[in-house]
């Protein structure tokens, strides 16, 4: 089973700010890799798919990037709706696994 | 619109079965895997395994095999997920979700069904 890990596990930033989130895979996984956005219960929103490309109607701000074993989401000039735990996901190989989440918070 | 509509919520106790499902709309839903997530109270998303609505061919997580059941009925696009004898420790919001046809990410989720199993 592919592990993911991602850094850092909790982040406090302030609004403008950029983010990075890393997610390394314990295994070479090419670009399946896929990142989500969870706000308090709520179901889980899919923001970047295959590793770098946007899915539909996702702000321009965020931004995926890597392959190979070490991806990073990238959050560009942070806004407060963007508050919230974010899980990579990889679709590479079965069983299909994601990364323990990283918990944004908007000071 | 493509949506996935979950069953309500579920209290049980200790023992008991319990099926929920997850019915898809808007698509052709027999040409996409269906995949269930699982989130404890306070905790992250664990991948549990995926069944394709035309087969029912499945694959899960070691994790969940003998644990639970998945299956489908084509002919109403729902999928469930089933457990012949629930534990405390499975009480945990779930969800279903639709994979992509290509890379296989989850690109359409269910608003979840939480189970609470409760003596």
């Known amino acids: 089973e592919i592990v993911l890990t991602q850094s850092p596990d909790f982040q406090s930033v302030t609004p403008k700010e950029k983010v990075t989130i890393t997610c390394r895979a314990s295994?070479?996984?090419?670009?399946?890799l896929h990142w989500y956005q969870q706000k308090p219960d709520q179901s889980p929103k899919l923001l970047i798919k295959y590793a770098s490309q946007s899915f539909s109607g996702v702000p321009s701000r965020f931004i995926g990037s890597g392959s190979g074993t070490d991806f990073t989401l990238t959050i560009n000039s942070l806004e407060p709706e963007d508050a919230a735990t974010y899980y990579c996901h990889q679709s590479s190989s079965l069983p299909y696994t994601f990364g323990q989440g990283t918990k944004l918070e908007i000071k | 619109e493509v949506q996935l509509v979950q069953s309500g919520a579920e209290v049980k106790k200790p023992g008991e079965s319990l099926k929920i499902s997850c019915k898809g709309s808007?698509?052709?839903?027999?040409?996409?895997?269906i995949g269930w997530v699982r989130q404890m109270p306070g905790k992250g998303l664990e991948w549990m395994g995926i069944i394709h609505p035309a087969d029912s061919d499945t694959k899960k997580s070691p994790s969940f095999q003998g644990q639970v059941t998945f299956s489908v009925d084509k002919s109403i696009s729902t999928a469930y997920l089933q457990w012949s004898s629930l534990r405390a420790s499975d009480t945990a919001m779930y969800y279903c979700a639709r994979l992509a046809q290509r890379y296989y990410y989850m690109d359409v989720w269910g608003k979840g069904t939480t189970v609470t199993v409760s003596s």
């Open positions: 808007g698509y052709n839903f027999t040409s996409y895997w």
């Open positions: 295994q070479s996984i090419g670009s399946s």
